[in-house]
């Protein structure tokens, strides 16, 4: 269980176009969900944390008009980064938090496997 | 504010030696303590956890304990195989941080056959 899905898992594009990423939760509720950034060997920069219903809370220095998030389900949140440049490749990462009282794991949190995007 | 501190990489160990991946932590109130692994261009995998002190997580042969005296969470294994070449990320989550984890920077472990 406490399965989570990236989609698409590589992407390609050119400059100035726009690239969407969803993230879902294959098998619990989750209203919070979490997008991360993560540079060659370094460790996860949280970017900004999604909440199904309400608009996103995002972390200093991340730009919202960039990187819009959008969480319309209890099992789907989407990354989609605007006007993307080569400085915006990076490998994005989303997880997902359950909702307590089915899984009980408020404290956890499971991962989906990335997004590599790379800004031509 | 909360902070995780792992040892720096890389690790780097011949199958089947014994593995020690140091993890201290500082935080506000009362922390669960993760490990994750990140095997090279995937995601993080829950490795185990634990809630309070002196509670002791495992999984595939992996082990830590909380230890809330020395503010620690060493992971180790008794016998490391190649499969087991990772990243290896410490994070801690609180309450009091809305189950937002912090994160150390992660170590890298290579195992050699």
């Known amino acids: 269980g406490a399965v989570v899905s990236q989609h698409p898992s590589r992407v390609i594009c050119k400059s100035g176009t726009s690239v969407k990423i969803e993230c879902r939760s294959l098998?619990?509720?989750?209203?919070?969900m979490f997008w991360y950034r993560q540079f060659p060997k370094q460790s996860l920069m949280l970017m900004a944390t999604?909440?199904?219903?309400?608009?996103?809370?995002?972390e200093q220095g991340v730009e919202k008009d960039k990187f819009l998030i959008n969480h319309a389900s209890l099992t789907l949140s989407t990354l989609t980064v605007t006007s993307a440049h080569p400085e915006d490749s990076s490998f994005y990462i989303c997880?997902?938090?359950?909702?307590?009282?089915?899984?009980?794991?408020?404290?956890?949190?499971?991962f989906g496997p990335g997004t590599r995007l790379t800004v031509l | 504010g909360n902070s995780v501190t792992q040892m720096e990489g890389p690790v780097t160990l011949s199958e089947e030696a014994f593995l020690t991946i140091n993890c201290t932590y500082t935080?506000?109130?009362?922390?669960?303590l993760f490990w994750y692994v990140q095997y090279p261009g995937e995601g993080l995998q829950l490795l185990l956890k634990?809630?309070?002190?002196?509670d002791k997580g495992s999984n595939k042969g992996f082990e830590a304990t909380y230890r809330k005296e020395t503010t620690s969470f060493h992971l180790e294994k008794g016998s490391v195989q190649v499969s087991d070449s990772a990243v290896y990320f410490c994070?801690?989550?609180?309450?009091?941080?809305?189950?937002?984890?912090?994160f150390g920077r992660g170590t890298s472990l290579i195992v050699h056959p």
């Open positions: 994070a801690l989550s609180e309450a009091g941080g809305s189950y937002i984890p912090t």
């Open positions: 999604s909440n199904e219903g309400s608009k996103a809370t995002y």
């Open positions: 997880s997902a938090r359950p909702n307590s009282g089915g899984l009980n794991y408020t404290d956890t949190q499971y």
């Open positions: 098998d619990f509720q989750a209203t919070t």
């Open positions: 634990a809630t309070k002190a002196d």
């Open positions: 935080a506000t109130g009362y922390p669960s």
